[in-house]
């Protein structure tokens, strides 16, 4: 686990942006404070900070590979882990090549050499890579299946950087050319949708490499990008009376996966909050370490914590459980920090109380198992059993359905039926959009007064539903969420923010083997009884507790609509906007008398106003450069 940057030079000068390089590298210590590193040739330039996981005393970066006529043919720099090195080098040892180290980072780089960018397709993990190969000038990048660890890149006539970070290659814009204007359009698409979606970043100039892509590129050359992994969710049939075969193939791959995910040569905790997801991996965890340290967060208000929840699990599976609670003060303390962590806003507030956890955490261990992408993979959210409630109207003519849809818009709201028909009338390409959205337009016109019709939630998710229409109602919502939802909010805030403590996350149901089952699960066994994830639950029934199997989906509840209105943070939150220079992108007026109707009870703008505050104090470091987020550089022991 680490932060990388590389650099490709367009005129073979890359001796003139090392020192800019290493300039960058401390934007990201935090990613790796066990070590840290540069190396160049004519052409690149990679810098590293490593976090040591496996092979300690070895395996640093940036690494040099090559077969015996030419040793170091490739450079390479990688941020990640890959669980199934242990028989990938078996493998390829198998071939007849040779390591010189015993960690992971070197059996990509091997794969690399013998099948080219298909080695994508053998690894079983969480990355982002860049490989050099200094003989054929060719350079490739990737990033992992699901887009659990991040890759930036902009590219200027100086030629290509590529980064684990967005502040490391603003450190570098001097050197590189880099205009910094801010993209109005990824804006829009932040405050509808709370998140910034992939490919974009908030500075036009800066994009980022998509969840299970390659790119290459040659020196002066444009970065070419190739999805290699595309999820189909080719579900298979289960005959009455042979599912409990698929619900034991459930729990063996997630007993496999759990099992590589322990791999590591520190200490592994896991992030444990009580519901099914955290506590069947904490569970399987335990089987590899008796003494498995669990971790959870909570808010002294009531309803806002799952800290009794999380101890009775803990406690049903014999695990030591340790507990932080957040006050309002640290709360908002902490947010600044945060900001500056995410490199974008994600406007997602159980981030902050995520913060503190992995903090607690990363005082007794050096990685951390978590169950984020179970929702996504075996049908977890509430949303997805719409299919079913929605199914009488797929039966209707369209003229019917047409004519219905308009009764429903003209029926005054909070009648008893108006939001099932407005629903069911509705396409799902247009009726849903992911699993968060803060904004309606007519809100989203009220704070962004220049917001354009055309560059609403629709253009993010049109693309990825025409990928999907050959798929039934739940799996096509499923698909949308691992493009949207999962990968724009979900899975920066599980890396960012852990790695602000240099801790690293793993997570075993994003595991391809994982999807391999997950995405063969028919419709009928993910939403069944009831109940969402009810293959998942099946399959659990031999692993997990009984009073955890059917509790309900809390995840890190946090009291934010309570505080804004109240004393803990309305006037944090008026100050912040009023001190905001965000006057050419926000309604400033509306924002504030926003403010003001959620404190009188008007209305419930909680999220939004949550959404736009973190877009202000996000630009006030990164834009403005007025709020000093108060980085600390910390040390930590390598061997945990």
């Known amino acids: 686990m680490c932060g990388l940057l590389a650099m490709l030079t367009s ?61 170091e043919r490739y450079a390479l720099t990688f941020n990640g882990e890959i669980y199934n090195y242990v028989e990938l080098r078996e493998e390829l040892e198998g071939y007849g090549y040779t390591f010189n180290t015993e960690g992971d980072s070197e059996t990509i780089v091997v794969g690399y050499h013998h099948w080219g960018a298909d080695v994508v397709n053998h690894l079983r993990g969480m990355f982002g890579i860049v490989i050099w190969d200094t003989q054929d000038k060719v350079m490739f990048a990737a990033r992992d299946q699901f887009g659990i660890k991040p890759l930036y890149y902009a590219t200027t006539e100086a030629g290509t950087v590529f980064s684990s970070e967005k502040k490391a290659i603003l450190e570098m814009a001097p050197e590189l050319g880099l205009e910094l204007d801010l993209d109005y359009r990824a804006i829009e698409h932040y405050v509808d949708l709370q998140y910034v979606p992939e490919p974009e970043s908030l500075h036009a100039a800066i994009r980022r490499v998509e969840s299970g892509c390659t790119v290459t590129l040659t020196p002066g050359g444009a970065v070419e990008a190739k999805r290699y992994f595309a999820p189909k969710f080719n579900v298979i049939p289960v005959k009455s009376g042979e599912e409990q075969k698929l619900f034991d193939r459930i729990a063996a791959v997630l007993e496999d996966s759990v099992a590589k995910h322990m791999r590591a040569d520190v200490t592994v905790g896991s992030f444990l909050s009580g519901g099914i997801d955290s506590t069947a991996i904490a569970t399987l965890a335990k089987r590899h370490n008796p003494n498995l340290l669990t971790f959870t967060t909570g808010f002294e208000r009531e309803g806002y914590s799952e800290v009794d929840v999380a101890a009775e699990s803990a406690e049903a599976i014999g695990v030591e459980h340790i507990v932080k609670i957040v006050s309002p003060e640290e709360y908002a303390d902490a947010i600044p920090k945060i900001m500056w962590y995410l490199d974008d806003p994600v406007a997602d507030p159980s981030l902050v109380p995520l913060y503190f956890v992995a903090q607690e955490a990363r005082k007794h261990v050096k990685v951390v198992l978590s169950g984020e992408g179970a929702d996504e993979l075996f049908g977890g959210y509430t949303i997805y059993k719409e299919p079913l409630s929605l199914a009488p109207f797929e039966k209707l003519p369209s ?19 108006k939001s099932l028909l407005e629903r069911g009338t509705t396409p799902m390409e247009t009726r849903y959009y992911g699993n968060a959205r803060s904004f309606n337009y007519q809100q989203l016109e009220r704070v962004l007064p220049w ?95 009984p009073h955890v199997l059917h509790r309900k989906k809390l995840g890190f509840p946090v009291p934010m609509r309570h505080w804004l209105a109240g004393d803990e943070l309305y006037g944090w ?49 990164f834009v403005e450069n007025r709020i000093d987020p108060g980085i600390e550089h910390k040390d930590y022991p390598v061997d945990l």
């Not at 993910?526 to 659990?540: D, E, F, Q, S, V």
């Open 11 to 71: 005129n073979s000068d890359a001796s003139r942006f090392v020192d800019a390089a290493q300039r960058a590298l401390p934007c990201f210590r935090h990613r790796g404070p066990d070590a840290a590193g540069t190396w160049n040739d004519d052409d690149a330039v990679f810098g590293f900070n490593r976090l040591a996981i496996i092979d300690l005393e070895h395996s640093h970066q940036p690494l040099r590979w090559g077969p015996a006529e030419n040793p």
């Open 399 to 417: 003229p019917l359905l047409t004519g219905l849809n308009k009764l429903s818009q003209i029926l005054p709201e909070g009648m008893k039926g």
């Open 451 to 545: 917001a354009k019709p055309e560059w609403d939630h629709r253009e993010v998710t049109a693309p990825i539903y025409a990928e999907s229409t050959d798929m039934d109602p739940v799996a096509r919502m499923q698909h949308l969420d691992l493009f949207t939802w999962m990968r724009g909010d979900i899975l920066v805030k599980a890396d960012k923010i852990n790695m602000a403590h240099s801790l690293e996350l793993r997570v075993p149901f994003l595991d391809k083997e994982v999807f391999a089952v997950a995405e063969t699960i028919p419709a009928d066994l993910k939403i069944a009884h009831g109940t969402t994830k009810y293959a998942l639950r099946k399959a659990m029934e031999q692993i997990v507790p």
């Open 573 to 621: 939150a008026q100050d912040t906007i009023r001190e905001s220079q965000t006057e050419d992108i926000f309604a400033k007026d509306q924002v504030l008398e926003m403010l003001k109707e959620h404190r009188d009870g008007v209305s419930d703008h909680s999220r939004r106003l949550w959404t736009v505050l973190a877009f202000m104090v996000w630009h006030g470091i």
